[in-house]
C-alpha cells in the first residue's frame, strides 16, 4: 500500500470542557504528537500558517497529531474578549479544513453541559483563558452554532469511564490521502476539482501547498471557496487535485464527477484520457465574468439536486 497521511484528532470546547484533559491522555494513549494552541495575542495575519505548521508531521505521514484547540476556537474566543475579531475569517477555516482532511481529520467536541463547564472552571479559573464566567457562558453558547466540514464526535467527560471512545473516532475519519498526492478533501468525494498547477506562494501562505490553498487576499483562492460557501457545498463533498502529476488513480476512485478548472486543466486530463466537465478558470471568471454566475455552482448544485 502507499504511504498516507497519519491522523489529525482535535480537541475543541470551553474552558471548562475536559477538552485539554482528554487531549493529553488520547494523544499519550495513541503515541500521537500533542499541540496546544493558546491565545496567541500577538499573532494575527499569520494565525493560519501556524495551523498548517502544526499539521504537517500528519500531513506529511510521519506521526499522528492531536490538536489542543483548533481554528474553531477563532469565533467563540474572538466574541469574548478580543472584541469580535476574526483573525482567519470563513474562507480560511474552510481551506485548513479542507487540508485537515486530508489527515482524515475528527474533531472531538468536548461538552459536559453547563454546570460541569462552570464547576470545572471556577474551580480551575487561574489556568482558563476567560476572566470571568459571563464570557465562559458566551463562549459556551457559541461553541454550540460554530460549524465545520470535519466529521465530529461528542464527548462528555462525566459519562461513563471518562475516556474518549477511540472506536467512535476511527469510525468517524475518513480515508487518508497517499503522502506523494499533493491532495487535499475527501479522498472518497463524490465529485473531483480539478485545478491546473499551484500558483505562486503569496504572503502569509505557508511552504507547504494543496490546490486551491492560499491565505493571501490575491489570487482566486479565498474568492473561489467564498463561492462554495454561499452555495452550501461542503468541503467533505470535494477532492482536491492538480492535473500538472498522473491522474490515472481517478479510474480507481471512479468518482461521480470530474470537473476541470480552466482550459488548461482540461487540455492536461484529456491528454491522459480523463473524461471531465469543464468551466472557466476561478482567477479568469473573477476578473472577467463581471455579475454573472460562475458555472462551476451551477454544476456542484445540480449534482446535489
Known sequence: MAKVSRRLTIFEGPDGSGKSTAAKAFAHAHGARYVHFPALPRVHAGLA????????????????????????????YGVAFREGEDR?????????????????????????GWEAVERSYLARKHLELLANTSQLRQVFELYEHEPTDLPAVHFDYTVGHGAVPYEAV?????????????????WHARTVLIGESFAERKDNDPFYQWPFASFSKAGCSQWLTQQLDAIGCHESELLWVNADQDLTFLHELRPSRIIALGAAASHQLYRQRITAHTVPHPQHFKRFGGRTRYPLLELLQEHVA
Do not use: I
Open 49 to 76: 500558517r501556524m495551523y498548517v505548521e502544526a499539521m504537517l508531521p500528519a500531513v506529511l505521514g510521519h506521526e499522528d497529531v492531536v490538536f489542543d484547540r483548533c481554528w474553531l476556537s477563532e469565533t467563540p
Open 88 to 112: 482567519l475569517g470563513d474562507a480560511s477555516r474552510r481551506m485548513l479544513e479542507r487540508l485537515a482532511l486530508r489527515c482524515g481529520a475528527v474533531v472531538v467536541k468536548c461538552n459536559p
Open 170 to 186: 476511527e469510525q468517524a475519519r475518513y480515508d487518508r490521502h497517499p503522502v506523494d498526492l499533493p491532495t487535499a478533501g475527501n
